[in-house]
């Protein structure tokens, strides 16, 4: 099943259970507008180079499209259009007032010049900026794409339309428009939708194992946030592989070592394993950080932990879900549980609009709300239900949805078009 395939079959789930119109869900399972277009862009040793990019404006019903940026040689339009799917729903859940869309361009970020980065991403910019803008389509950082992009992007933007316009994207820097607390919101906001829960079961950080799959922006803040909370971190990894060690272990020593070598593996705080390995070993709570189906079914039998934060998109797969559910895995699902980063996009946005900006106490205790009342309101669903917490998500955002289709009326069955620029 692919990332897309998965997301729909959450979406038909959660449909089913709450009897949801069928006109809704339909408009909901496709993405309004799709753009494909080929990048050329002229590499240091003078060749020219060319990369597929995309991107997916999901839906528009309640507010403008809102969406990452990704920079991956993996990136397809499947994965986009899940993606972008996931965005409606995660704003809805977040009760904040975008619809979903998301973009990407396959590439290998990490091989890239810094100069080869900056053509690629004004390219991109060229060929999507007359359908995107500050009140119809936001970006936003994600997978290998950093607030440096993100100003180069709001900078290329600008020119085209011979207009200042920090608000088009998020994740920018301090200097440019960026809002504080946006570099950690998403681990963020997935720590207070943890120790919330905690607390309406009534369940103690002190002792508590946590392992952290991904060290990259989530990933690494979120190890250091909860070391900082009392958990005790027993195992992190990167893309060359994870360290472990049950004893637990300091995230701030592991960045530095990361930073100097280039891996958490290099680490002396705990024994090298594998990805796959890490996943496996005994936890009280997976955090997984990384990328999209890393619990499926080749490994959901082995998993130890008895609750699952999905601080990355899509990273359990469908029959994993199931299976663990019937186990009594609690799995605080995607849409819910990295919705931090969006809420505080949603904030660097508004100040952008006001050309105001709030110091850090003020963000951090406008999402600390915003994530428990998100919290709070799926909660609710999930008794009135008697279904997951992922199920729950899904209602949740499906019942603000619906609402906003049929107040907007006919005007709400809006026309795909099709965009290909090659």
Not at 285 to 295: C, G, P, S, T, W
């Amino acid at each position: 099943m692919s990332f897309y395939e998965n997301t729909l079959k959450n979406m038909n789930k959660a449909a089913k259970i709450m009897k949801l119109d069928q006109e809704t869900l339909n408009v909901l399972s496709h993405p309004q507008k799709t753009l494909i277009a080929t990048l050329p862009v002229r590499m240091d040793d003078g060749h020219m180079e060319y990369f597929e990019a995309y991107r997916v404006q999901h839906n528009e019903l309640r507010g403008p499209f809102k969406g990452g940026i990704r920079y991956l040689p993996s990136v397809d339009l499947d994965e986009i259009k899940a993606l972008s799917t996931e965005m409606t729903f995660k704003c809805a859940v977040a009760g904040i007032p975008y619809g979903g869309g998301k973009g990407g361009v396959s590439c290998n970020a990490k091989k890239m010049s810094e100069g080869e980065l900056e053509r690629l991403t004004r390219k991109y910019v060229q060929a999507v900026y007359q359908i995107i803008g500050p009140n119809h389509d936001i970006p936003a950082p994600d997978m290998y794409t950093t607030p440096q992009i993100m100003a180069w992007f709001m900078d290329e933007y600008s020119r085209l339309v011979n207009q200042y316009s920090p608000g088009v994207v998020t994740g920018k820097p301090i200097e440019v428009g960026g809002s504080l607390g946006r570099g950690t919101a998403t681990a963020q906001g997935g720590a207070y939708i943890l120790e919330e829960y905690m607390k309406r079961h009534d369940m103690k950080i002190e002792g508590i194992r946590i392992i952290i799959q991904g060290f990259g922006n989530a990933g690494s803040f979120a190890a250091e946030i909860f070391h900082g909370m009392g958990f005790t971190v027993t195992g992190v990894s990167d893309s060359r592989g994870g360290l472990y060690n049950n004893d637990g272990m300091d995230p701030f020593n592991i960045m530095k070592t990361k930073k100097e070598k280039g891996s958490v593996q290099d680490s002396d705080e705990g024994k090298p394993c594998t990805n796959e390995e890490l996943l496996e070993k005994p936890c009280d709570i997976l955090v997984l950080a990384a990328m999209e189906n890393q619990v499926t079914e080749a490994n959901m039998k082995n998993i130890k932990a008895k609750i699952i934060l999905e601080l990355a998109n899509g990273p359990t797969t469908a029959e994993a879900d199931e299976y663990l559910a019937k186990e009594g895995v609690v799995i605080i699902p995607d849409i819910l549980a990295n919705s931090g980063g969006v809420t505080v996009s949603y904030f660097e946005w508004l100040q952008n609009q006001q050309a105001y900006y709030w110091p850090i106490e003020e963000v951090e205790a406008k999402l600390k709300r915003a994530m428990i009342e998100a919290l709070v309101r799926i909660l609710d669903f999930q008794n009135e239900y008697k279904c997951t917490m992922r199920e729950a998500a899904y209602i949740s955002a499906f019942d603000r949805l619906d609402k906003a289709k049929k107040l907007r009326g006919s005007g709400a069955h809006l026309r795909c078009k099709i965009y290909h620029d090659k």
